[in-house]
């Protein structure tokens, strides 16, 4: 099976035991997903079928959104619930102009370090595998950018927020930052995904519901095609002509449409007959990024 599948991830599972869960279901070994989710956290995991595996880059440049809850006054290794505890503090009782002042800052684009127990790579080896050695090593910040950060709750010494972010963005990372502008250090024990792009947690299934439809035979009318899967990119339909250079790998001039463009962008290709044939730039022309024979 072809398509794309919205899963509710449940806590304790990688996302890799999701995809191992969901080949097994499926009996079929091409499947992947977007946006890692840490096993602690829940919610919204899109996971690519078959030959929907190469669109996967496609699907995991958009926005995320989170609800999150920050445990103020304890510090962890790992900026999370899972971590050893290195430092306690009394919390006082903020008031919400004080918790608001402390998130402003970062209700923008912002330089964030990537804790030391992530998966980002330096110099080809991940750092959750130094970390776990004991070490610890100068990272490079990367831009973020959180356009969203909402106080959802607060109640000593438990803080509720909603962020929206750009990709790569760690909200355990943020959770530590908060705690260091508030002085008192804090540490993620909460985090559920509700958006992934354009998926949405009303979307997804858990395991348990995805294997109930595998064994009923419903399971095809909750995978999204690729086509509907990338509904946001702008929509191109081909010739018999024209479909059958796009086949082969040529570009394809379509001055009706590129005429009217300013700068490149990416478009999903239909054939004549309504087949997803792949997905272009277009440009001066209509180039083949990825084409499905």
């Known amino acids: ?39 602690m956290a829940v919610g919204v995991l899109v996971v690519c079928l078959g030959r929907a595996t190469r669109i996967i880059r496609f699907l995991d440049d958009g926005e995320k ?8 006054g304890v510090s ?3 900026f999370d619930a899972e971590g050893e505890v290195i430092e ?30 992530s998966a980002v790579k330096v110099s080809g080896k991940k750092l959750y595998e130094l970390a776990r050695k004991g070490l610890e090593i100068t990272r490079k910040p990367r831009a973020v950018t959180i356009s969203e950060l909402n106080i959802l ?61 595998v064994e009923d035979g419903t ?19 081909l010739s018999r002509i024209e479909e059958k250079r796009f086949r082969n790998g040529a570009s394809v001039h379509r001055w009706d449409i590129l005429e009217h463009r300013d700068g490149e962008e990416t478009a999903r290709v239909i054939g004549a007959d309504g087949d997803f044939l792949g997905i272009a730039q ?5 180039k083949p990024v990825c084409v499905f024979v």
Not at 25 to 34: D, E, M, R
């Open 76 to 78: 962890t290794d790992t």
């Open 88 to 117: 306690s503090k009394e919390v006082p009782e903020f008031t919400i102009e004080e918790l608001e002042a402390a998130c402003e800052p970062f209700r923008r684009q912002i330089q964030q370090l990537p804790p030391m127990f």
């Open 219 to 237: 399971i095809s009318r909750k995978v999204l095609s690729m086509d509907e899967a990338l509904s946001p990119l702008l929509r191109v339909q």
């Open 282 to 286: 277009c440009g001066e022309v209509l």
């Open 1 to 39: 099976m072809d398509g794309v599948l919205i899963v509710d991830k449940e806590q304790g599972w990688t996302s890799h035991d999701v995809v191992a869960r969901i080949r097994k279901l499926f009996h079929q070994k091409k499947v992947g997903h977007t946006g890692t989710l840490d096993p």
């Open 153 to 213: 709750s607060y109640r000593t010494p438990i803080l509720r927020i909603r962020v929206v972010c750009s990709k790569g963005t760690y909200i355990r990372a943020l959770a530590h930052d908060i705690g260091e502008r508030l002085c008192t250090g804090a540490h993620l024990t909460a985090l559920r995904r509700t958006r992934c792009g354009r998926f949405t947690d009303a979307q997804s299934l858990t395991l348990n519901q995805v294997a109930s439809c």
């Open 65 to 72: 959104a989170y609800t999150a809850e920050i445990r103020l």
